[in-house]
């Protein structure tokens, strides 16, 4: 069964750091394409990251860029997200999903959803003073 579960989230304060993960089940993460969206009400969906297959290349749109880390370990089959100095606007549901057998794909600076054929349900960051 292909399954994606995400792990991690929680309440921290302005300037801290979280990890999420992403444990994959069902397929290999390897070469495939890994990204993490975040959900916030009121707010459209937004990608904060995307990984490619082992020869491919790793996107962050500006929101994010030079604070978040998403890395893969093909052993643990995982997908993780290092979250660090974080601001209150980086609050909301941050879900992985999955786009098989094909590289990121980014149009207008932005994470494309609509092509990914697997989704996690979701784990819940609040970055709150």
């Known amino acids: 069964q292909v399954q994606l579960v995400e792990s991690g989230g929680g309440l921290v304060q302005p300037g801290g750091s979280l990890r999420l993960s992403c444990a994959a089940s069902?397929?290999?993460?390897?070469?495939?394409?890994i990204a993490w969206f975040r959900q916030t009400p009121g707010k459209e969906r937004e990608g904060v990251s995307c990984?490619?297959?082992?020869?491919?290349?790793?996107y962050y749109p500006d929101s994010v860029k030079g604070r978040f880390t998403i890395s893969r370990d093909n052993v643990k089959n995982t997908v993780y997200l290092q979250m660090n100095s974080l601001k209150p606007e980086d609050t909301g549901v941050y879900v992985c999903?999955?786009?098989?057998?094909?590289?990121?794909?980014?149009?207008?600076?932005?994470?494309?959803?609509?092509?990914?054929?697997?989704w996690g349900q979701g784990t819940q960051v609040t970055v709150s003073s």
């Open positions: 999903a999955a786009d098989l057998g094909a590289p990121c794909t980014v149009i207008h600076d932005s994470i494309y959803p609509n092509g990914m054929d697997y």
């Open positions: 990984i490619s297959g082992s020869e491919g290349s790793i």
């Open positions: 069902g397929f290999t993460l390897d070469s495939n394409a």
